[in-house]
C-alpha cells in the first residue's frame, strides 16, 4: 500500500499531477485545489490512496489526512466511485462535507458533477454519525458563520468552487481586523483581492 509520496512536481494538469519520487514518476489524481496550485519543480507531499481494480492500480492523494479519511468513507457509501469521491472533495471541504450530513442536507452533494440525487441523498444517510464538523482551534479569528457563508456564496457566484472559496475566506480572515471578520463587504473584498483576479475558479 502506498500511503504517501513525497516529491518533485513533474507535471500538473485538471485532476492530476505527477510526482518524482526515488527516480520513479507517480501519477496521482487529486482534487482541483492541488492540481491547480502545484507547481512544476516543487516539492508537494500527499497523502494518499491506492485503488486496486482488475484493469488498473490508481492513485489519489489529498493534502492533510482528514480528506484521506474523508475520501475513504465517501468510497463506503452505495454508488459512490472513486472518481465521484474525488469530485466531491473537490468542490467541497471537509467541514463542508460534515456539516452538510450533520444537518442532512443533501444538496451541497447534489451540485456535485456526477452525483444525481439518490446518491446524494445516500452519501447524507450512510455517512450520518461517521462525520464530524471540526471546531476552529483559534478563537477570534474566524469570522461569524453567517458572514463566512456570504462570503463563499458570493464568490460561489463569481464562478469560484465552495471548496476553493471556504479556503480562501478561512484564510483570509486571520489577516482580517476584527471589523473586517464581521462585515461582509469588507471580508469579501479582502478575500477578492488576495486571491486575485487570476485565481483558481476550481
Same mark, same amino acid.
Given at each position: 500500500?502506498?500511503?504517501?509520496?513525497? #516529491?518533485?512536481?513533474?507535471?500538473? $494538469?485538471?485532476?492530476?499531477?505527477?510526482?518524482?519520487?526515488?527516480?520513479?514518476?507517480?501519477?496521482?489524481?487529486?482534487? $482541483?485545489?492541488? !492540481?491547480?496550485?502545484?507547481?512544476?519543480?516543487?516539492?508537494?507531499?500527499?497523502?494518499?490512496?491506492?485503488?486496486?481494480?482488475?484493469?488498473?492500480?490508481?492513485?489519489? #492523494?489529498?493534502?492533510?489526512?482528514?480528506?484521506?479519511?474523508?475520501? #475513504? &468513507?465517501?468510497?463506503?457509501?452505495?454508488?459512490?466511485?472513486?472518481?465521484?469521491?474525488?469530485?466531491?472533495?473537490?468542490?467541497?471541504?471537509?467541514?463542508?462535507? !460534515?456539516?452538510?450530513?450533520?444537518?442532512?442536507?443533501?444538496?451541497?452533494?447534489?451540485?456535485?458533477?456526477?452525483?444525481?440525487?439518490?446518491?446524494?441523498?445516500?452519501?447524507?444517510?450512510?455517512?450520518?454519525?461517521?462525520?464530524?464538523?471540526?471546531?476552529?482551534?483559534?478563537?477570534?479569528?474566524?469570522?461569524?458563520?453567517?458572514?463566512?457563508? &456570504?462570503?463563499?456564496? $458570493?464568490?460561489?457566484?463569481?464562478?469560484?468552487?465552495?471548496?476553493?472559496?471556504?479556503?480562501?475566506?478561512?484564510?483570509?480572515?486571520?489577516?482580517?481586523?476584527?471589523?473586517?471578520?464581521?462585515?461582509?463587504?469588507?471580508?469579501?473584498?479582502?478575500?477578492?483581492? $488576495?486571491?486575485?483576479?487570476?485565481?483558481?475558479?476550481?
Amino acid at each position: 500500500m502506498i500511503s504517501s509520496l513525497r #516529491g518533485s512536481v513533474l507535471h500538473a $494538469a485538471s485532476g492530476q499531477v505527477v510526482i518524482e519520487t526515488g527516480g520513479v514518476g507517480f501519477s496521482v489524481f487529486v482534487p $482541483a485545489d492541488i !492540481a491547480t496550485t502545484a507547481v512544476v519543480g516543487e516539492q508537494l507531499r500527499l497523502h494518499t490512496s491506492l485503488i486496486v481494480r482488475e484493469d488498473a492500480l490508481t492513485l489519489y #492523494g489529498f493534502g492533510d489526512v482528514d480528506e484521506l479519511e474523508i475520501f #475513504g &468513507q465517501l468510497l463506503s457509501v452505495t454508488g459512490v466511485g472513486p472518481k465521484s469521491a474525488l469530485g466531491v472533495l473537490s468542490h467541497l471541504t471537509v467541514d463542508q462535507i !460534515a456539516e452538510a450530513v450533520t444537518s442532512e442536507d443533501d444538496a451541497p452533494f447534489r451540485r456535485v458533477s456526477g452525483i444525481g440525487p439518490k446518491t446524494a441523498k445516500l452519501i447524507v444517510v450512510q455517512l450520518a454519525g461517521k462525520v464530524q464538523p471540526r471546531v476552529a482551534s483559534t478563537p477570534g479569528t474566524a469570522p461569524s458563520s453567517s458572514v463566512a457563508e &456570504q462570503v463563499v456564496a $458570493a464568490l460561489v457566484g463569481l464562478g469560484w468552487s465552495e471548496k476553493v472559496a471556504a479556503d480562501a475566506v478561512a484564510q483570509t480572515a486571520e489577516q482580517a481586523s476584527d471589523a473586517e471578520r464581521e462585515s461582509v463587504p469588507a471580508l469579501l473584498r479582502r478575500t477578492l483581492a $488576495a486571491m486575485g483576479p487570476g485565481g483558481s475558479r476550481g
